[in-house]
């Protein structure tokens, strides 16, 4: 079920792209945050070489820590991260703040991968573009917010889109983007800057 009180809004300019509040219902984030501690208190957030990503000189780019869902969960239902949100990416293309859209009016997809990111101090993703036909950002952190910095921009564009509690960016996945570094002073693992990130893509010949 979408939650009633989500906003989306579209924008073509500079370049496609769509925006999204209120995600999520107060008891959908409620169960989502007990899955997201199960995997923080387990320690199985992975580092950067074993999640994958970005990299430049034969480096990762990225400084935070990770976990793809699917190396978790055998099916996806299991995940309130996937189950919560797939109403909303089943809405393409026929959502209200999707029509008039220039890319993701007419756009299709048939796999989704989901990226869990933590971002704590001193962490960061540098300039870099993904291999997706789109990717959506949902950001999560605790309130009050513990930390500053972590903001998310389009490199080429200098546009900054602010990182909102529970709410998601959605953009071609070719458009080059980055994190700012995050600067809190907590230790508590559930504090800090939480990214859910859906790749979108199509898998196989036709389309």
């Known amino acids: ?10 924008f073509n300019e500079p370049f496609p ?15 989502i945050w007990k899955e997201i501690e199960y995997y923080c208190s387990n320690d199985l957030l992975l580092t950067p070489e074993d999640t994958g990503g970005a990299y ?23 995940s309130a991260c996937n189950k919560y949100i797939s109403p909303i990416l089943q809405a393409f293309p026929n959502a209200d703040w999707v029509k008039e859209n220039k890319y993701f009016e007419e756009f299709q997809y048939n796999k989704v991968s989901v990226l869990l ?9 540098q300039p ?3 291999l997706s036909l789109g990717t959506c950002c949902l950001w ?7 930390f500053t910095g972590g903001n998310f921009k389009f490199t080429q564009y200098n546009l900054e889109v602010e990182g909102k509690n529970n709410s998601m960016v959605i953009f071609p996945g070719l458009m080059k983007h980055e994190v700012d570094t995050v600067i809190m002073d ?10 859910l990130t859906f790749f979108l893509s199509w898998i196989g010949n036709e389309k």
């Open 128 to 130: 870099h573009r993904d």
């Open 186 to 195: 907590s230790d508590d693992p559930m504090d800090g800057r939480f990214c």
């Open 17 to 31: 792209l769509l925006l999204l509040e209120n995600v999520f219902s107060d008891e959908q984030l409620e169960v």
């Open 140 to 146: 999560l952190y605790k309130e009050p917010k513990k």
């Open 56 to 78: 430049k000189n034969g480096q990762y780019i990225k400084q935070n820590s990770g976990l793809f869902l699917h190396e978790v969960w055998t099916s996806a239902r299991y």
């Open 117 to 125: 990111s933590h971002y704590k101090n001193g962490d960061n993703y």
């Open 1 to 10: 079920m979408i939650n009633p009180a989500l906003r989306g809004y579209s």
